[in-house]
Nanobody, 122 residues
Framework: QAQLAESGGGLVQPGGSLRLSCTRS????????IGWFRQAPGKEREGVSC????????YYADSVKGRFTISKDNAKDTVYLQMNSLKPEDTAVYYC???????????????WGQGTQVTVSS
């Protein structure tokens, strides 16, 4: 069974950086697109970034463009989300998920990790 696990969350001051990791078991990541989503308290889950399975093309939500970078290491079966210039509004639980083609449609992702908390506060 496909399983995903996020790590790297924590508490950071505004303007700081974090790098989230998404590891897998049960499937090879290079055969799937991997998306990062986040959900803040009282808000709907929203797409943050996605990396396609074959050419590694990347997609970003407007709110994180220029600050976040998604990448993958096929040898380690790991996808990363480098988050720089963090803002308080980036505070949320961050999830990685698997799909066939990149989209920010939550319903298109059948497998999800448990999430990792990111808190941006002074």
């Amino acid at each position: 069974q496909a399983q995903l696990a996020e790590s790297g969350g924590g508490l950071v001051q505004p303007g700081g950086s974090l790098r989230l990791s998404c590891t897998r078991s049960g499937f090879a990541m290079n055969y799937f697109a991997i998306g990062w989503f986040r959900q803040a308290p009282g808000k709907e889950r929203e797409g943050v970034s996605c990396i396609s399975r074959s050419d590694g093309f990347t997609y970003y939500a407007d709110s994180v463009k220029g600050r976040f970078t998604i990448s993958k290491d096929n040898a380690k079966d790991t996808v990363y989300l480098q988050m720089n210039s963090l803002k308080p509004e980036d505070t949320a639980v961050y999830y990685c998920a698997v799909t066939s083609r990149c989209t920010f449609n939550v319903g298109a992702y059948p497998y999800w990790g448990q999430g990792t908390q990111v808190t941006v506060s002074s």
